[in-house]
């Protein structure tokens, strides 16, 4: 077994392929890439048979390139790790966290992969799976892959869909979820599982139910309930986390209640009671030295007596004119005597 661990700090239960099994597969890929490149290239010599040395030359090499890299990138990328040789023996290429290889895992394998296999007439790869605990050569070390069993005898899960669960099955676990502790489960075990329901679309099926069982065993012998017998261990696993997330979610509703009745009781601030203001004591006023008031000091200035406002003098009216006597005008002008 091979001590992969995912980003999750979930150790693989994988069975790595050495040395013996992994040349065979790659022989069987190289004899059907081999015999495909001559029955092509002889068909083209015939068909192009007025072509110069140096066009046969080049059209040769793009067979080569073609056949020996090219066609082993699309077949390993669109059987998801699975070349001609590697089905015959039950082998698989994987990423290390156990997901399936992508299009660039197998271009770096197919690309360093011609180098140590064909152009070093594969001795590199010898070597360095030789002395590798999980049997990877160079190709593997610069892609982040790893080859492994699928077929491993007495180990092994289903590839295909299950059927239906029983609507009773579901009814008698659900009525069991609520009286099981959930308090001796420790939370890296929760994100495990977690981790795991997040992402089982992307590990290999064989692969996702190992974990899943591995995780259900553990979770099992926490809680202290076994798994109901005909259930899937990742539909076990969903159905104990959607218990506890509905847990959380009742005790924080209750703290939030507790919360809110707590505010409302207690007195807002805006509405307490202010204590009274202390009483100011009066000010005695101060008696006048030189005949001004003195101001006293933190109040304001006494402000002057306004004066009475002048009466206008009553105009002098003119004396009344004498009967006896015309009056006399002053113009200027002096009678005769």
Known sequence: ?????????????????????????????LLVEFAALFIVSLVLSVALIDLDGAAA??????????????????????SHGRSLGKAALGLRVVRTDGGPVRFRHSLV???????????????????TSAVNSDGKRLGDIFAGTV?????????????TPLPPVHPQLLHDM????????LSAVPEPLWLAVRRLLGRIGQLEPSVAFRMAVGLAEDLSARIGHPTPPGLHPVAYLGAVLTERQRREWMRAQQRFAAQAAVQMTAPHPATAPTAPAAPVAPVAPVAPVDGRPHRVLGMPAPEAPLAPAPVPAAPMSAPAPSLDKPAVTDTGFAPPA
């Open 57 to 78: 030359a080049a059209t040769l090499l793009g067979l080569t390139v073609f056949f020996l890299v090219a066609v082993p990138v699309m077949v390993e990328t669109l």
């Open 174 to 181: 659900g009525r069991e979820l609520v009286a099981m502790d």
């Open 109 to 127: 394998r197919g690309l360093v992969g011609f180098i140590e296999l064909i152009a070093v007439t594969g001795s590199a790869a010898v070597i």
């Open 147 to 159: 080859v492994v069993r699928e077929r491993t005898p007495g180990v092994g899960g289903p590839t």
């Open 1 to 29: 077994m091979s001590d992969l661990v995912t980003g999750e700090a979930v150790v693989l239960d994988l069975q790595t392929a050495k040395l013996p099994s992994r040349a065979l597969a790659i022989v069987l890929d």
